[in-house]
């Protein structure tokens, strides 16, 4: 039997256990010798290796597989707040998502990836990058808007993904097939969300490239944060609102450019509207309203429809049943149901005809 030993381990942590686990519940197996096979140097009998198959619930075509889609510019609000465990099942959460994604892109079009990827080396600046973004999107003066159809009609398959790991915000990565994803932890506020896809955005655009180098000194989370900052509040826009700014401006200001008043009161400051002083005062008086957990008007924000259109259309129009996209996809049926949903289509998805 011919299996790809990495397989066996993404399938053991997807499902939850450790080595030491996973061998009390498998008859004729050592936590050693399982620990010697998911290095790839013992060798384990084709009977243990089938009752494992069986326990957690992956076909055996699952095993003969091989995908990487490493993701490595997952956005996390506190670091020290997310456990090895957690890391580990969001990463392989990640996977998954990108191979699904590739899965799909065997039958369908997804969106031409339309963004210029640019290497900051060449005298660029966050800024001036999503300045040159807003241009391609042709945003001019305005708020970005429906921020998920933007970034998908332009080749990024956008996912918001169900965790209750609040520290994790999103992440984005290039899908073996060369797709470009981001995925958004769904059960952030809207600002939060649009502030995150923005982030992710920006590493796409200036960090994704294998053509690019890196020097030591340079900070890619702050780079992101700054294209982001940019990209929804342009500065040569916002300004003129952010002088003289007052708390009592703040919500009409959130509600117009749809970002948090936390990163409008960030954004004046890093502009040079407001003082430092004048920061510390508007925090401490989101603190003082309970602001700093949770703040009033959740903003608009659109759904992103690539991922969950492509599994409607494997559906409606490829007729697969969800038993048997688990079968072609090589994924146990509840990987399927976790993992899709179909809501109404905005951008319109085609059948890859050759």
């Known amino acids: 039997m011919k299996i790809n030993h990495k397989q066996l381990t993404f399938a053991r942590e997807y499902r939850g256990y450790s080595q030491s686990e996973l061998s009390s519940k498998i008859r004729g197996l050592s936590q050693p010798n399982l620990s010697k096979f998911e290095k790839g140097i013992g060798v384990l009998s084709d009977e243990v290796l089938m009752n494992i198959f069986q ?29 090895k465990g957690e890391r580990v099942s969001l990463e392989n959460n990640n996977r998954l998502i990108g191979y699904l994604v590739d899965q799909m892109g065997e039958s369908l079009e997804f969106p031409t990836f339309q963004f210029r990827l640019i290497d900051l080396e060449d005298g660029y600046s966050p800024e001036s990058v999503a300045q040159h973004t807003r241009k391609l999107l042709g945003l001019q003066e305005h708020p970005v808007k429906d921020i998920n159809t933007l970034i998908e009609a332009n080749g990024i398959v956008v996912v918001e993904f169900d965790t209750s790991i609040s520290f994790f915000d999103g992440v984005s990565f290039t899908t073996d097939n060369g797709y470009k994803v981001i995925v958004v932890n769904k059960n952030m506020s809207n600002d939060r969300k649009r502030f995150t896809l923005a982030h992710e955005l920006g590493h796409i655009i200036m960090h994704s490239s294998e053509d690019f180098l890196f020097a030591e000194y340079r900070d890619k989370e702050n780079e992101a944060n700054c294209f982001a900052s940019e990209f929804l509040m342009p500065a040569n826009v916002i300004r003129n609102s952010l002088r003289n700014l007052k708390p009592s401006y703040l919500l009409d200001l959130k509600r ?10 960030r954004r004046a400051k890093d502009i040079g509207c407001i003082s430092n002083d004048k920061y510390q005062y508007f925090n401490v008086e989101l603190s003082r309203k309970g602001y700093r957990k949770e703040e009033p008007l959740n903003v608009y924000i659109d ?9 409607k259309i494997h559906k409606e129009d490829l007729e697969y049943t969800d038993q048997e996209l688990a079968f072609a996809f090589c994924l146990p049926i509840d990987v399927i149901k976790r993992f899709f949903i179909a809501p109404e289509s905005r951008i319109q998805l085609r059948l890859d005809t050759y």
Not at 256 to 265: D, E, G, Q, Y
Not at 303 to 311: M, R, V
């Open 256 to 265: 117009f450019w749809l970002t948090s008043m936390a990163s409008i009161i």
């Open 55 to 83: 326990f957690l619930d992956f076909p055996i075509s699952f095993f003969e597989k091989e995908f990487f889609n490493k993701s490595e510019s997952a956005h996390y609000r506190k670091k020290a707040g997310i456990t």
């Open 303 to 311: 759904y992103p429809k690539l991922f969950s259109d492509g599994y």
